[in-house]
């Protein structure tokens, strides 16, 4: 019988509603279900966020952390201040609430947990994983929201000294690792390993496409090509108004599900671009988000061009579960769309901003059922076969 573990994992998001399970609610669970003693602590980074509370949820202490409202502005400044004053806080109610922690589990942006790997080895000489999926700096440089570089090299200095803190480090793909190494090469690469993204495996019912096209006001009949997730200018989102702007008269519709601070004006672009193929649906609970996913027939992923950390996009777990070929506008420097195209053989990707060639594509598939069902069992069968939570929990479990 093995021996009942107390875990804590240190993240920026969780759902405190299990119909809104995200990645770390999965892993929490899985934890869980394997009579672990589970915390989790959580910082409402985002003004919205809730407030601070401490309460069990689903069997599982949640600690959740937000400062007063005042430290949430944008901007360098406010960024700056919340990445010191987040673990100072986090430490006070950390000592309140958790007696005892085997293991710490975090996930990044690392800025965000400013020493609070070494706070768990001190305090409960806790063993520490890092699971890495991004690179706080150089995306936020990428995408020109630091341009200093002096503030560029420090942020980059914090997360070097996060690295450097950690037991252990999963990153999601080798093209992910290899940044890690070429960028930090104070890391020692024995300590890192290959932690692939994880869902909960469950059958997929099928739906009855018609009902749920009606409730959400859909085409009835017609080729939906589908987008779930957050609009931000990480995604580059115009490069799929572009490529409906290419259908435009015909039965193809593209469909947007969710929220973020480019939604207003991807909405407002379609409408004066004349783009009556185009659909926008606000937030969905992720189960009835299965549902409209189901009735569509391609899931659509998108990322800015002028992005250079190599990502494997979570979204694609949600259209790998419900069979559905995949077609990526994408980095150029990203690994992603090898692993798509002729690892999993579950679509097709495409470097962003070239939208000719993403239409060729997009053809293939509206063209072609048959392809499509056996791109859709593609993914289906890597999802169940390398994606499952059980599989992550395992790498981290058994490599401390």
């Known amino acids: 019988m093995k021996k009942s573990k107390d875990i804590v994992l240190l993240t920026t998001k969780y759902a405190d509603d299990k119909k809104d399970a995200w990645l770390t609610n999965e892993l929490a669970y899985s934890l869980l279900d394997e009579g672990n003693k589970i915390s989790v602590v959580v910082f409402s980074w985002l003004k919205n966020e809730p407030a601070s509370f401490a309460k069990m949820i689903d069997g599982i202490d949640v600690i959740r952390v937000k400062l007063p409202s005042f430290f949430y502005n944008t901007g360098v400044v406010g960024t700056a201040l919340k990445v010191f004053l987040f673990p100072f806080f986090a430490r006070h109610e950390v000592k309140r609430h958790v007696k005892k922690c085997d293991l710490l589990i975090a996930n990044t942006p690392c800025v965000t947990i400013l020493g609070m790997s070494r706070y768990f080895r001190k305090k409960y000489n806790s063993q520490t994983y890092l699971v890495l999926w991004d ?6 440089k990428d995408l020109g929201a630091i341009r200093n570089k002096f503030f560029f090299g420090f942020f980059r200095y914090l997360e070097q000294l996060m690295y450097k803190s950690f037991d252990r480090i999963g990153c999601m793909t080798d093209g992910n690792a290899k940044f890690l190494f070429d960028n930090f090469p104070e890391v020692d690469p024995k300590r890192v390993e290959i932690l692939p993204l994880w869902a909960k495996i469950k059958q997929v019912d099928p739906v009855d496409r018609s009902a749920i096209r009606a409730k959400y006001h859909l085409p009835s009949t017609g080729f939906i090509a589908v987008y779930g997730g957050a609009m931000s ?125 993403l239409k060729d594509k997009l053809d293939l598939l509206i063209n072609d059922a048959e392809l499509c069902k056996a791109l859709g069992a593609n993914g289906r069968q890597y999802y169940e076969k390398y994606l499952s939570v059980e599989n992550a929990r395992s790498i981290i479990i058994s490599s401390l």
């Open 135 to 140: 690179f706080f700096p150089y995306y936020l």
């Open 233 to 357: 200018i990480v995604q580059e989102l115009d490069n799929i108004l572009d490529l409906a702007e290419l259908y435009s008269g015909s039965d193809i519709t593209f469909l947007f599900i969710g929220r973020g601070t480019e939604k207003e004006r991807l909405e407002t672009s379609a409408v004066n671009r004349g783009l009556r193929n185009i659909r926008f649906i606000d937030y969905v609970p992720r189960d009835e988000y299965q549902h409209v996913v189901q009735a569509c027939d391609v899931g659509l992923i998108s990322l800015s061009k002028k992005l250079t950390v190599p990502s494997f996009p979570s979204k694609s777990l949600d259209y790998f579960k419900v069979s559905l070929p995949v077609l990526a506008s994408l980095d150029p420097v990203t690994d992603f769309g090898d692993i798509l195209e002729n690892k999993i053989c579950a679509g097709f990707a495409v470097v962003a901003g070239d939208v000719a060639k």
